[in-house]
C-alpha cells in the first residue's frame, strides 16, 4: 500500500552549535503533493505543499521541525495528524504535513 518513500531525520532539539537531528531513516509512505492551509503547533495557519501518510509506528518520527527528504527536495514537519480507530484495523495511519 504505502509504495513510495521519504527519508526523515528526526528533530532532537537545540544545541549550542545549532539544531540536532537523529540519523535520517527511510519510512515507506505515501506523498501527496497538494497545497492546504494548516494549523502548525503555535495555532497559526500555515501552507503546506505536501502531505505523507506513514502507518502509525513511523508517524512518531516525525516530530515537529523534523527534516525529511522527499521528491529530491528537503523539507520540514509542520504538523501531524494521527488516524487510530482505537484497535478496529480501520485503516490506522498518521498525517504528517510539509512546509
Known amino acids: 500500500m504505502l509504495a513510495q518513500e521519504c527519508s526523515v531525520e528526526t528533530y532532537q532539539g537545540d544545541t549550542a552549535y545549532g539544531d540536532a537531528y537523529a540519523r535520517s531513516r527511510s519510512v515507506p509512505c505515501i506523498i501527496i503533493d497538494q497545497s492546504q492551509l494548516v494549523r502548525g503547533a503555535n495555532g497559526d495557519e500555515q501552507l503546506s ?11 512518531q518520527r516525525f516530530t515537529l521541525d523534523s527534516r525529511v527528504q522527499v521528491n529530491g527536495r528537503r523539507t520540514f514537519v509542520i504538523a501531524k495528524n494521527v488516524r487510530d480507530s482505537a484497535g478496529l484495523g480501520l485503516g490506522d495511519h498518521c498525517e504528517v504535513n510539509l512546509r
Open 49 to 59: 505543499q505536501t502531505t505523507l501518510v506513514v502507518l502509525l509506528g513511523d508517524g
